[in-house]
C-alpha cells in the first residue's frame, strides 16, 4: 500500500464537518493534526478486525484491544464516523476491500470481554431462560461494585436520570428520577413497594427513606445485592427495605401497592412482555399501580435485538421494543395505561455524566476492571449517548393501574406528580 495510503480511505467515510484528525501507522494524516481529537490506527491488526466483521463490531474489537486508538472525546470521533457505525453499504465494504488488500483478511482473536455468538449462547439454555438470563446479567453487572461507584457516582443509580433544570448535577437528577417515579405511583407511607431488577438499591431505599414505604428489591445480580443490602442497613432502613437476590419470577409475596421496573424490560425480550406484565399484574392489589422504565426503538417495524456490539460486549441477549408494543402488552395483560413520557434527552445528559466520571477515574477504573473493559465502557456509554441524541432510540416511562371489578382505578383527574 502507499505511503499515507490509509489517511485516504478512512477519510473517505469521516464527516469533515466534525473537528476530528485521523492518524495511521503508514505515516498517514488527515485533518487538522491540531485538533485535540484524534483517531489513530496504531497497527496493521486494526484494518484485520474492521474488515473481520465490517461495521460496530469491528471498530469495536479494535478499539477495546487498543490498535485503535482515540485521543481526546471519544464521543466526538464517534460523531465524525457515524457513516461506519450506522453500516457501510456492500458497494462500499468492496471498496474498502480492493484499496486495502486481501492480504489483511486474516483470523483474529476477539477480546475476552467478547461474549460467544446467539447460536453458541443456546448452550446455556434458552433465551431469556432463567439460566441464561443470571449468566447475562452477571456478565455485565457482576465486574465491580467499585468500578460502578467511579462511574455512576454516589447515586449509583444506573438508569437514566431527569433533570429538573439545565444547569443540575447528575445526583440532583437522580434523586428527582426516583422522586418522580414515587410521585406517579403515588407512594403513601405505609404502602408495600416491588422493585424489580434493582440495581444498588437506588428506588428501594429512596421510597423507604423519603416515602415510609415497606420496600422490596430483586436482582439476578449477586453483587448489586449484597452493596444494595449493605447500603440500606447503613441508612438505617433495614426495617422497612431489603434487596434480596433473586429473580423477579421467583417472587412469592403478591398484594403490593406500587411496582417499579426501571431497567429491567430491556432483558425481558419481546416474546415475553404479554407474561412479563401479567405475572407483575398478578403482584399487585386493585388499584395497584406499575411504573415501567425502559429503553425503547423509536419505531414498531424496527426488530428488538440489539446490534452486535452491544449484544457482545454490554447486554447479552437484550431486546428493546417501541413503546407503542410496551404499551399494547401492558393493556393487553391486566393494566390501564395513564400516562406515558419520553425521556430521551435527558438520558443522553446522563450519559454525558456517565462519561465524565469514567473520564476523571480513568486510572483507577482501569485498576479495578481492566483496560479492555474500561474501554468497553467508554465506548458503549459514548455511543448510546450519540444513539439518544440521534433519534435511534428513546427512554420511555409508562404508568399503568390494575382497575378493580367495577373499573375504578383510583387514579387522580389530572396528574400529581409535577415535573
Given at each position: 500500500?502507499?505511503?499515507?495510503?490509509?489517511?485516504?480511505?478512512?477519510?473517505?467515510?469521516?464527516?469533515?464537518?466534525?473537528?476530528?484528525?485521523?492518524?495511521?501507522?503508514?505515516?498517514?494524516?488527515?485533518?487538522?493534526?491540531?485538533?485535540?481529537?484524534?483517531?489513530?490506527?496504531?497497527?496493521?491488526?486494526?484494518?484485520?478486525?474492521?474488515?473481520?466483521?465490517?461495521?460496530?463490531?469491528?471498530?469495536?474489537?479494535?478499539?477495546?484491544?487498543?490498535?485503535?486508538?482515540?485521543?481526546?472525546?471519544?464521543?466526538?470521533?464517534?460523531?465524525?464516523?457515524?457513516?461506519?457505525?450506522?453500516?457501510?453499504?456492500?458497494?462500499?465494504?468492496?471498496?474498502?476491500l480492493r484499496q486495502i488488500g486481501s492480504?489483511?483478511?486474516?483470523?483474529?482473536?476477539?477480546?475476552?470481554?467478547?461474549?460467544?455468538?446467539?447460536?453458541?449462547?443456546?448452550?446455556?439454555?434458552?433465551?431469556?431462560?432463567?439460566?441464561?438470563?443470571?449468566?447475562?446479567?452477571?456478565?455485565?453487572?457482576?465486574?465491580?461494585?467499585?468500578?460502578?461507584?467511579?462511574?455512576?457516582?454516589?447515586?449509583?443509580?444506573?438508569?437514566?436520570?431527569?433533570?429538573?433544570?439545565?444547569?443540575?448535577?447528575?445526583?440532583?437528577?437522580?434523586?428527582?428520577?426516583?422522586?418522580?417515579?414515587?410521585?406517579?405511583?403515588?407512594?403513601r407511607p405505609g404502602m408495600r413497594l416491588?422493585?424489580?431488577?434493582?440495581?444498588?438499591?437506588?428506588?428501594?431505599?429512596?421510597?423507604?427513606?423519603?416515602?415510609?414505604?415497606?420496600?422490596l428489591g430483586v436482582t439476578l445480580s449477586?453483587?448489586?445485592?449484597?452493596?444494595?443490602?449493605?447500603?440500606?442497613?447503613?441508612?438505617?432502613?433495614?426495617?422497612?427495605?431489603?434487596?434480596?437476590?433473586?429473580?423477579?419470577?421467583?417472587?412469592?409475596?403478591?398484594?403490593?401497592?406500587?411496582?417499579?421496573?426501571?431497567?429491567?424490560?430491556?432483558?425481558?425480550?419481546?416474546?415475553?412482555?404479554?407474561?412479563?406484565?401479567?405475572?407483575?399484574?398478578?403482584?399487585?392489589?386493585?388499584?395497584?399501580?406499575?411504573?415501567?422504565?425502559?429503553?425503547?426503538?423509536?419505531?414498531?417495524?424496527?426488530?428488538?435485538?440489539?446490534?452486535?456490539?452491544?449484544?457482545?460486549?454490554?447486554?447479552?441477549?437484550?431486546?428493546?421494543?417501541?413503546?407503542?408494543?410496551?404499551?399494547?402488552?401492558?393493556?393487553?395483560?391486566?393494566?390501564?395505561?395513564?400516562?406515558?413520557?419520553?425521556?430521551?434527552?435527558?438520558?443522553?445528559?446522563?450519559?454525558?455524566?456517565?462519561?465524565?466520571?469514567?473520564?476523571?477515574?480513568?486510572?483507577?477504573?482501569?485498576?479495578?476492571?481492566?483496560?479492555?473493559?474500561?474501554?468497553?465502557?467508554?465506548?458503549?456509554?459514548?455511543?448510546?449517548?450519540?444513539?439518544?441524541?440521534?433519534?435511534?432510540?428513546?427512554?420511555?416511562?409508562?404508568?399503568?393501574?390494575?382497575?378493580?371489578?367495577?373499573?375504578?382505578?383510583?387514579?387522580?383527574?389530572?396528574?400529581?406528580?409535577?415535573?
Amino acid at each position: 500500500m502507499p505511503h499515507g495510503e490509509l489517511g485516504r480511505i478512512f477519510g473517505r467515510f469521516l464527516d469533515t464537518g466534525e473537528p476530528v484528525a485521523v492518524t495511521a501507522y503508514d505515516g498517514s494524516v488527515i485533518g487538522d493534526q491540531n485538533c485535540p481529537h484524534k483517531l489513530h490506527i496504531r497497527s496493521p491488526m486494526a484494518l484485520s478486525y474492521v474488515l473481520s466483521a465490517p461495521g460496530e463490531l469491528g471498530l469495536a474489537r479494535a478499539y477495546v484491544t487498543g490498535h485503535l486508538d482515540i485521543s481526546g472525546d471519544l464521543y466526538a470521533v464517534l460523531r465524525a464516523l457515524t457513516a461506519v457505525i450506522d453500516g457501510l453499504s456492500t458497494t462500499e465494504k468492496l471498496w474498502v476491500l480492493r484499496q486495502i488488500g486481501s492480504r489483511y483478511l486474516r483470523p483474529v482473536h476477539v477480546p475476552v470481554e467478547e461474549a460467544p455468538g446467539r447460536a453458541r449462547r443456546v448452550l446455556r439454555g434458552l433465551r431469556h431462560s432463567k439460566a441464561r438470563d443470571s449468566v447475562a446479567i452477571a456478565r455485565h453487572y457482576d465486574v465491580s461494585n467499585r468500578f460502578y461507584e467511579l462511574v455512576l457516582g454516589p447515586s449509583m443509580a444506573y438508569t437514566c436520570a431527569c433533570f429538573p433544570e439545565p444547569d443540575s448535577t447528575l445526583e440532583q437528577a437522580q434523586f428527582h428520577k426516583f422522586d418522580l417515579v414515587c410521585r406517579k405511583l403515588g407512594l403513601r407511607p405505609g404502602m408495600r413497594l416491588l422493585d424489580v431488577g434493582c440495581g444498588w438499591g437506588g428506588m428501594v431505599a429512596h421510597a423507604a427513606e423519603h416515602y415510609g414505604v415497606q420496600a422490596l428489591g430483586v436482582t439476578l445480580s449477586r453483587q448489586q445485592a449484597q452493596w444494595a443490602q449493605k447500603d440500606i442497613v447503613a441508612r438505617g432502613l433495614a426495617d422497612r427495605a431489603e434487596v434480596r437476590h433473586l429473580d423477579y419470577r421467583d417472587v412469592t409475596e403478591t398484594g403490593f401497592d406500587a411496582i417499579s421496573s426501571i431497567g429491567l424490560t430491556e432483558h425481558i425480550g419481546a416474546r415475553n412482555l404479554p407474561s412479563y406484565f401479567r405475572l407483575l399484574a398478578s403482584k399487585l392489589r386493585p388499584g395497584g399501580r406499575l411504573l415501567n422504565h425502559c429503553i425503547t426503538r423509536p419505531h414498531t417495524y424496527e426488530p428488538s435485538r440489539t446490534g452486535p456490539f452491544i449484544d457482545r460486549y454490554v447486554f447479552p441477549d437484550g431486546e428493546l421494543e417501541a413503546v407503542g408494543t410496551i404499551i399494547s402488552a401492558m393493556q393487553d395483560n391486566g393494566f390501564e395505561v395513564r400516562h406515558s413520557e419520553n425521556l430521551r434527552e435527558h438520558y443522553a445528559r446522563t450519559l454525558t455524566a456517565w462519561c465524565a466520571n469514567l473520564d476523571a477515574n480513568w486510572t483507577e477504573a482501569v485498576r479495578e476492571a481492566g483496560v479492555q473493559r474500561a474501554r468497553v465502557w467508554a465506548l458503549y456509554m459514548a455511543a448510546s449517548r450519540l444513539s439518544f441524541e440521534r433519534h435511534k432510540i428513546e427512554l420511555q416511562q409508562v404508568l399503568g393501574v390494575k382497575v378493580d371489578d367495577r373499573g375504578n382505578a383510583g387514579m387522580p383527574l389530572r396528574p400529581d406528580w409535577g415535573v
